[in-house]
């Protein structure tokens, strides 16, 4: 039955999971069981996810358990956000390759795509921009720990940062085809618009 | 209606346990089902017992063989006395009331 502990949060299991390990070896292992082991981490998850704002740290006894990595999932985080980026990553990249880098035959390929977004729902523009924003959010967020606690009646936030390589890829990313889109912007509004 | 008893609560009832004295995980089994008749399941007690761990109520103490037996601190019992402290209030009008019936 020690499987059912994989769906434990994986913070909470390096503290707890032997214990509860060597305490199922004690039980028979029965559906009821089962169920309450499944039930348990579900609600570990639901209470990481609801205790997001603030983070404690475990110290006693064990390993220190920094609960606030219970709560976000880094690289899931940097999965989504690289999906919902991608769209717009894909078309900056080849846009750049035709349009600046101005590759043989890129254009050509590219122009039928063009016109059908110019003939698209502005909600695809609007996508297509804010994406790289949306998934900045998304990839940065499990970086920063923001801690909120009173001490002696005075509120002190502490702000930490974590280091996450897929993250920071991601981050990279955003920023460069942001940036891009943005830049392309401001110099079309500035110099082009007739 | 849904049970909101004392023994609803796995929280309080690990408080109780853990106030005879540091048990760790299956001796606290044992003793919840011994004094309330309830069968906590393993991965009740071990989100009971990590919440009161988060919230300071108990402390881990060193492992003993393979298993790790926890004791109430003092924010923890001063907790369970307030906690026990409310419910006896209630029970004492609630029983008074009901022999007033």
Known sequence: ?194 | MADRSPSSDPGLLLLISLSGGPKHGHAMLLDVASFAGVRLGPGTLYGALSRLEQDGLVEALSLEGRRRPYRLTDAGLAALRGRLTGLNAAVSIGLARVGNR
Do not use: K
Request: aromatic share 10%; hydrophobic share 55%.
């Open chain 1, 1 to 194: 039955m020690n499987w059912i502990l994989r769906l434990y949060p994986s913070a909470w299991r390096r503290r707890y999971g032997a214990e509860l390990a060597d305490l199922l070896e004690e039980m028979p292992a029965t559906p009821a069981t089962a169920a309450d082991l499944i039930r348990g981490a579900f609600t570990l998850h639901m209470r990481a996810f609801l205790d997001r704002v603030a983070p404690r740290q475990v110290t006693a006894g064990g390993p220190p358990m920094p609960t606030h990595r219970l709560q976000r999932h880094p690289t899931t985080s940097a999965l989504v956000a690289a999906l919902i980026a991608a769209p717009t990553a894909v078309f900056v990249a080849v846009s750049f390759l035709a349009y600046q880098l101005e590759l043989p035959g890129m254009q050509s390929w590219l122009q039928p795509f063009m016109d059908g977004l110019a003939q698209a729902p502005r909600i695809v523009d609007l996508y297509l921009l804010g994406a790289p924003f949306l998934a900045f959010l998304i990839a940065v967020l499990p970086l920063i720990g923001l801690r909120m606690e009173r001490v002696n009646g005075e509120l002190r936030v502490t702000l930490a940062l974590r280091w996450r390589t897929l993250n920071l890829i991601v981050l990279a990313v955003c920023v460069l085809v942001g940036g891009f889109l943005v830049s392309h912007l401001i110099v079309e509004f500035l110099f082009e618009r007739p």
